[in-house]
């Protein structure tokens, strides 16, 4: 990741302890990056990242539990931004509920000043992975539908016009030319129309 790519991350800081705030906030403005604002409370934090709208959330804690994590999950909105969680102690449950919650970053043994930088790198790099993987998923998923939907306009085009399946298609096609909309948008409208007439 570039320096200037971190320069630009917009960073929200939980922190209770309000000299820890101070540290890790320096720790991480020497570490190159300056749009940092710190809060103290959990509680608040669904407020803050709507107004802030941060691209990582940077949580310290001594001993989550399953409550709190599920709220900082909710709160910090985790499969829209970074999310790297510092705690002190963790359980095998505690873990696995951080990770399939979409935390980025599951830190045991607490937060080490020297280990802000990569542990945010790498809970970013992270993040954008799985993004960009459930991102190509939806579109698989999205394509999967869209084939069905066609596939089953044509089949209507096949029955009521007598017609083999690459003549329902290019009938599709021309349709969907004609009106300049996508072959998907006119199939779709097809088969409603089909169902609303069944």
Known sequence: MSAGMN????????????ERVREIVEALQSA?????????????????????APDIVLIDLANPDRDTLEQITQATE????????????????LTQAALNAGVSAYVVDGLQM????????????RFKITR????????????LVDRKTIDRAKGIIMRQRALSEDAAYALLRKTAMDQSRKVIDVAQALVTAADLLS
């Open 32 to 52: 190159g990056w300056s749009d940092v604002q710190a809060m103290t409370r959990v509680a608040t934090l669904d407020r803050t990242v709507k107004a802030f």
């Open 78 to 93: 985790a499969s829209k931004r970074a999310v790297a969680l510092f705690v002190d102690r963790t359980d095998d449950t």
């Open 132 to 143: 960009q993987m459930q991102s190509e998923l939806d579109a698989a998923k999205r394509a």
């Open 7 to 18: 320069r630009n991350l917009r960073i929200l800081v939980v922190e209770p302890d309000p």
């Open 114 to 125: 020297d280990r802000i930088k990569p542990v945010l790198e790498t809970a970013v790099a």
